[in-house]
């Protein structure tokens, strides 16, 4: 079955610490790839996108996140995590054939320890 | 930064109540969606919309659901007769390609 999975459902980091979270999807093709975080009592952040090209891609608030086809994964990545990194992340796919439905991983809740 | 808005932020409604949800897209958008996250579950697709009509809708977005936009800012999503599993934060979105922008949510509490 076609499926997001973030196998991490808890990780903490200490201040300061590198953070890799994982994603893996299963589809027959390469789907747009996403992650998105969310702090607690706020909306859904996009992070950043991959649509093709270059497979390490940045985003906002020095995230970056590495596509690896052979791999299935789509793994975000921080080298210093700060506090205000403590969130929910999620990593979402919309199928190129799909319209622009997105798909959820169940979410990795990130711990920041001081 | 545009971003999308939704109103209210926390609704508590009685069992079998009609229930709206507003939304405020981003202003250049052409596609708008729902979805919703129940409390420890993955967040999920309801519906999108384009060009005045449903382009898709999940199996959740059954009957009682139903999603209108009645002037040129605002998207709304109506629930008819509210069950207690409808609980949950609802999210509003929109794009203009396959970039997805989503709103803070509105959460809903059916008692």
């Known amino acids: 079955a076609q499926s997001v999975t973030q196998p991490d459902i808890h990780i903490t980091v200490s201040e300061g610490a590198s953070l890799e979270l994982r994603c893996n999807y299963s589809?027959?093709?390469?789907?747009?790839l996403f992650w998105y975080v969310q702090s607690p009592g706020q909306g859904l952040q996009l992070l950043l996108k991959y649509f093709s090209g270059d497979t390490l891609v940045q985003g906002i608030k020095g995230f970056e996140a590495e596509f690896k086809r052979s791999q299935s994964s789509f793994n975000l990545r921080k080298p210093s995590v700060h506090w205000s990194d403590a969130a929910e992340y999620f990593c979402?796919?919309?199928?190129?054939?799909?319209?622009?439905?997105?798909?959820f991983g169940g979410g990795t809740r990130v711990l920041v320890k001081p | 930064e545009p971003e999308v808005t939704q109103t209210p932020s926390h609704q508590v409604t009685q069992m079998g109540q009609e229930v709206i949800l507003r939304c405020v897209p981003i202003?250049?958008?052409?596609?708008f969606y729902w979805y919703r996250q129940i409390l420890g579950q993955k967040v999920e697709f309801l519906v999108s919309?384009?060009?005045?009509?449903?382009?898709?809708k999940s199996e959740i977005f059954d009957d009682q659901f139903s999603v209108e936009r009645p002037d040129g800012s605002n998207f709304t999503l109506k629930i008819r007769s509210t069950k207690l599993e409808d609980s949950a934060m609802y999210f509003c979105?929109?794009?203009?390609?396959?970039?997805?922008?989503f709103g803070e949510g509105s959460w809903l509490t059916v008692v």
């Open positions: 919309f384009y060009n005045n009509e449903i382009s898709e």
């Open positions: 202003s250049n958008h052409l596609y």
């Open positions: 979402a796919v919309v199928l190129a054939t799909a319209g622009n439905k997105l798909t």
């Open positions: 979105a929109s794009s203009e390609d396959r970039t997805i922008y």
């Open positions: 589809y027959g093709a390469t789907p747009y």
